[in-house]
C-alpha cells in the first residue's frame, strides 16, 4: 500500500524553499537601484571583476571634450542608435553642467555596419579628436561620407581599429552580465563616489533621473 506523503514535512519543504528563493531576490535586488519596470534600466554595482572592466574601457578608443576631467561617464555607443543620440543630446549638456565630461567609444556592430560608419569609428580610435565626433554627429547620420578619411575596409590599421571596437563590446558582454547589467546600447558606465564602477544599459529616457541622482546632478 503507498503511503501519503506526510503533510506537515512536505508543508516545511515548501516554505524552506520560498524562503530561500525571496531571500536570493532580496540580494540581488540590494546589488543594484532596479527599477522592477525597467529590468535593464537599473543601476549596478561593477564589483565582479571591476579591474577588467575599467582596463577594457580606459583601453579603448574614447573621445571627450575634457580628456583630463576626473568626473566622466563612459558611454558605448554606435552612430546610428537612437536611443544614444537622444542620450548624447538630451543629456551630455547636463553632464557639463555638473562637471563631468562624456567619455565617447563609438564602435560599430559586425555586418550591421556601413564603409563610411566603420572609417568614422575607426578616425575617432586613432585621433581621439573630440571635433571630429562633434562634426559627425552634428550632420544627419546618412550625410557622413567619411571623405578624406582612411578606408577602413583597405587600410590594415584602421580595420584592426575597428576589430578592437567590436572585440571591446565582446569583452564587456559578459564582464558586465556577471555584474546584472545585459548590455545594450547605450551603456553607460562611471566611477562612484565610493570610487567603484557603476553602470546601467539605460536605453530608455525613463532611465535618465536615475542616472541624474546617482551622478550628483540637478533633476529637471
Known amino acids: 500500500m503507498l503511503r501519503r506523503p506526510q503533510r506537515p514535512l512536505l508543508f516545511a519543504a515548501l516554505v524552506t524553499s520560498a524562503v530561500a528563493a525571496l531571500s536570493l531576490a532580496s540580494v540581488r535586488y540590494a546589488q543594484s537601484d532596479e527599477a522592477p519596470s525597467l529590468p535593464n534600466g ?22 571627450s571634450p575634457n580628456p583630463k576631467n576626473e568626473r566622466f561617464v563612459y558611454m558605448v555607443s554606435f552612430r546610428s542608435c537612437p536611443d544614444c543620440i537622444r542620450f548624447e543630446q538630451e543629456e551630455f549638456p547636463k553632464l557639463a553642467k555638473g562637471g563631468l565630461s562624456p567619455r565617447v567609444i563609438v564602435v560599430t556592430r559586425r555586418q550591421r555596419s556601413t564603409l563610411p560608419e566603420r572609417s568614422g569609428s575607426a578616425e575617432l580610435w586613432a585621433k581621439r579628436d573630440w571635433k571630429t565626433f562633434e562634426t559627425w554627429t552634428g550632420m544627419p547620420v546618412d550625410a557622413w561620407t567619411a571623405a578624406g578619411l582612411p578606408n577602413a575596409d583597405t587600410d590594415p590599421d584602421r580595420a584592426a581599429l575597428v576589430e578592437k571596437g567590436r572585440v571591446l563590446v565582446e569583452t564587456l558582454r559578459p564582464l558586465l552580465a556577471e555584474n546584472g547589467v545585459s ?38
Open 42 to 63: 537599473g543601476i549596478h554595482k561593477l564589483l565582479i571583476d571591476e579591474d577588467k572592466i575599467k582596463a577594457a574601457l580606459e583601453g579603448a578608443g574614447w573621445v
Open 183 to 220: 548590455f545594450a546600447y547605450p551603456t553607460l558606465i562611471w566611477q562612484a563616489a565610493d570610487g567603484h564602477l557603476e553602470g546601467c544599459a539605460c536605453e530608455a529616457r525613463e532611465t535618465y533621473p536615475l542616472i541624474r541622482q546617482k551622478l550628483g546632478l540637478a533633476q529637471d
